[in-house]
């Protein structure tokens, strides 16, 4: 008689085909979910005898579910814009604590507990290597990442500045004059008493003269303009001297005489011309994080040279008055007007004394942006500043984060700074078939799969991390209807087998009544 036992062990081999089968379409749109397929495998057999050529002549008993193994391919990745949203491109899982058990989660629908705590929808904890002071420390047992709402980026003190500016070399250097200040004046072509005297110097060269019958003021600026050292012109009534060094001009005697009045009318005192000058500003940052506004003033001195003061508000330095200079120096362009002395940055500019109670700081301007180019010019335009940086800046507070492809949780501040806040770290299995699946997305490592192989995403044969997207379930609905359909005819044939046999059976109960 047939077994009606072979025939239900099909009934429930298959049985278990289509609860797999209904578990992959219930866990159709479940993130990361990894879909499962059936695989049979014969039961025993009954030698019954053998052949006359002395094959075996066996029976078999039937059929049972060999293995469900998982589908560990990868699934389509779906963009959140969510920055605690992650997606695993290849292997790996994420590494999560539960009450004191490590499970293992492909799925990436993280969230941030009440304490800052990176975790998973189950509330397993996020795992990973945690940053101090911006820097991942990855000599340490992964432990709980924490991103902490209100985190604060401390400030740095300017440690390197640098101004790129033009100086225009049109500009005229300053030029010491002598000018008439008081008296009457005398026109150009007003005798002058012979005798008269005009002596003076420039502190290096002199020049002396003595007027003789029938000299004016205009035999003066002829004279005087004979001279290489001076140079004269007339302003009205006014006689005007330079000194082309630009020196001071020094009068040892000023005695002109109107030769009619018989009264001296000329008066003469040594004025400057305003000197070319040129000022930019610049930010920097105490160690307390406070911005300081530095001016820097150019002044030109000859044709090829600039001297510079750097000066800071005398209120920012605890003093009064005017701003307070903190460095002073000179600045040679050669023909080409490019930067020939100081050949090197400056170094140890210096402010101490801060109001604000801030250390004292000590920076470094920058001259050259690498060897030999100057970043100030002193070519055709006018004097101008391109731009200005520098490298401190005030403290700030957590805006955003994101998460790198090697799973660095990167934080941004209201500052403009971004700094490390951890980094994400992934597990790697040798046997992931050996993994026992645990429910609400996690994983849990058995003897068969092997330890976990932690460490950074991208390495180790681990996949990358996408930030801000989620793998979706790699079930494939078409497939599964394929695999429905089979499943269906294989219930359906087991269980005409089981009829089959249950009237055979009936009909050789009849033959013995």
Partial sequence: MPSF????????????DLSVISNNLANLNTTAYKGATTEFQDLFYQQIGSSGDGNPIQVGVGVKVGSIPADFTQGTIQSTGVPTDLAIQGNGFLIGQNNGQLVYIRAGNLSISANGTLVAPDGSEILGDAAVGGVINTNQVPGPLTIAAGLINPPKATANANLAINLDPSATPAANVA?????????????????????????????????????????????????????????????????????????????????????????FAATANPAPTFSTSLAVFDSLGLTHILTYNFTKTAANNWNYSITIPAADVGATGNPVVIKTGTLAFNGSGQLIAPAANVTGINITGFAD???????????????????????????????TNQDGFASGSLVSFSIGSDGTIEGSFSNGQTQPLGRILLASFANEQGLDRNGQNEFLATLASGAANVGVAGTGGRGTISGGALEQSNVDISTQFANLILAERGFQANAKVVTTIDTVTQTAISLIQ
Wanted: charged residues 5%; hydrophobic residues 35%.
């Fill in 357 to 387: 109670g801030a250390s004292p700081l000590t920076f470094n301007w920058n001259l050259f942006s690498s060897p030999g180019v100057g970043l100030i010019t002193q070519v055709s335009g006018p004097s101008a500043t391109s731009s």
């Fill in 179 to 267: 000018s008439q200040q008081t008296g009457t004046g005398i026109a150009p072509a007003t005798v002058l008493a012979t005798g008269s005297t005009l002596a003076f110097t420039d502190g290096t060269n002199a020049f002396t003269y003595t007027t003789l019958a029938g000299n004016t003021l205009n035999t003066i600026v002829a004279q005087i303009n004979a001279n290489p050292n001076f140079n004269a012109t007339i302003s009205g009534n006014s006689l005007i001297i330079n000194a082309d060094s630009g020196n001071p001009i020094t009068f040892t005697t000023n005695t002109l005489t109107d030769a009619a009045t018989g009264a001296e009318a000329e008066t």
């Fill in 5 to 16: 036992s072979t025939s239900l062990s099909g009934l429930d081999a298959t049985s278990q």
